[in-house]
Structures are given as structure tokens and as C-alpha cells.
């Protein structure tokens, strides 16, 4: 079946612009979460979504960061007034909650961002 | 607060050699989830094995065994007659019970495999 898709895979913006990135989960699973990956900082949470609860958005760095889900389905990352700091691989990732607990998150490939 | 460190930062073996990654972990929670993950030169993780904290039984998959101490606060991941297929990036991460699902990753070790 399908997997993760995130789009676009690439993204090159100015200093200042906004950018959105965007992600389709695997159908069926309710929990969403963004990361981000750059080479000072290693794998870091963003942001969470399950189901219809309100978002954990306890890992986004600032508030140009905002995040939302729709219909419980695809979620859109926001980046207002990009920094240089943004650069980074911004990966999506899906679960569905199993009766075991923790259920793996399936990887989208990942945008790579780059702030000129 | 949770932590994961994975001390190997770079390791090169050639084929054929066995090879173990370290994984150590902090957490307060007596409920909690282990993982390994894969990144390959594509760049996408891929998925490999997930532990809960009740279950300290050794796992194997074929080349790759995992093995869980909680005594040492370890889950290290061991590839035996590894193949040029193996070099990758591997992430060893924890999710705690409570709380939010996010996981919390190590910074990975990158391991190459000479031909």
C-alpha cells in the first residue's frame, strides 16, 4: 500500500518568505507527527496529532511554527518568515495506536528546506 | 526527561564482520518503548524493531539481533556477516508511556561496510 508522501521533496526560499510543507499519511493511521533533521541538532519532534484531540505542540522552536491537520487526514507545516536556522530535512511520520501501545511511525522521505 | 545516546558515532567494519551498536537510554517512566531505525544513503528511516520495557527477551531477524538489558539501561543492536546493504545511518530511539507518542532519537551511528 502506500506509504507516507510528503511534498515537495525539495524547497529553496528566501530569508523572510513563508513556506508550507505538506504531508499525507498512511490511510487509516490517526496519529501525525512532524520532525525535523539537521545536522546540529540531530532527529527532533515538532509537533503531534491524534485523532481529534488538540495537537502536542510542545517540540515546535518558535512561533513561526504552526502546524494543522484537516479532515484527520493530511497536515500542513508552516514556516513564517523563514531563518537561515530552518534549513533542515523535515520528516512526517504516521502511526495507528494498537492494543500493544506504541506502534511504530512510518517515515515520509522528507523535505529538504533550504533558507538563502 | 528522556535521553537516548548512541556513543558510536562513526563505525567501518569490512564484510562479513560481525558489528554491534550501542544504545543507552534514560527515563523516568517504568513503562516506555524502544526502537532502531534505518537511514539509508536514500535518506528515507525505515522502520526495524520496536521493544516495550516488559519484554527483555533477545530478538532475532535473520542477520540482525537485538539485545535488551533494562539492569544497564541498553538496547544494542547487533548485525552478524554484515553486507555492503547494511551501510546506513541507525537511529536507536524511546517513546514513554505517558504523554505525547513522539519519539526521542540518539544521534545515530553511521556505519560503513567495506567490500
Known amino acids: 500500500g502506500a506509504g507516507v508522501s510528503q511534498s515537495p521533496s525539495n524547497k529553496v526560499t528566501e530569508k523572510g518568505k513563508d513556506v508550507e510543507l505538506r504531508c499525507d499519511p498512511i490511510s487509516g493511521h490517526t496519529a501525525l507527527y512532524w520532525y525535523r533533521q539537521s545536522l546540529g541538532q540531530g532527529l527532533e519532534f515538532l509537533i503531534y496529532f491524534q485523532g481529534n484531540s488538540a495537537p502536542d505542540k510542545s517540540g515546535l522552536p518558535s512561533d513561526r511554527f504552526s502546524a494543522e491537520r484537516t479532515g484527520g487526514s493530511v497536515s500542513t507545516l508552516t514556516i513564517q518568515r523563514t531563518q537561515q536556522e530552518d534549513s533542515a530535512v523535515y520528516l512526517c511520520a504516521s502511526s495507528t495506536r494498537g492494543l500493544a501501545g506504541r506502534d511504530e511511525q512510518f517515515f515520509g522521505p522528507g523535505t529538504r528546506l533550504t533558507v538563502l | ?115
Not at chain 2, 554491534?20 to 526495524?48: A, H, M, N
Not at chain 2, 539481533?65 to 524511546?94: E, G, P, R
Open chain 2, 1 to 115: 526527561a528522556q535521553k537516548v545516546t548512541q556513543a558510536q558515532t562513526e563505525i567501518s567494519v569490512v564484510e562479513k564482520e560481525d558489528v554491534t551498536l550501542d544504545c543507552v537510554y534514560e527515563t523516568r517512566d517504568t513503562t516506555y518503548y524502544l526502537f532502531w531505525y534505518k537511514q539509508p544513503p536514500s535518506g528515507e528511516l525505515v522502520f526495524l524493531i520496536r521493544r516495550n520495557s516488559f519484554d527483555e527477551q533477545n530478538e532475532i531477524s535473520g542477520r540482525y539481533s537485538w539485545n535488551f538489558q533494562k539492569s544497564t539501561s541498553s538496547f544494542n543492536f547487533t548485525i552478524t556477516a554484515s553486507q555492503v546493504v547494511d551501510s546506513a545511518v541507525y537511529f536507536c530511539a524511546l517513546s514513554e508511556d505517558f504523554g505525547n507518542e513522539k519519539l526521542t532519537f540518539g544521534t545515530g551511528t553511521r556505519l560503513t561496510i567495506i567490500p
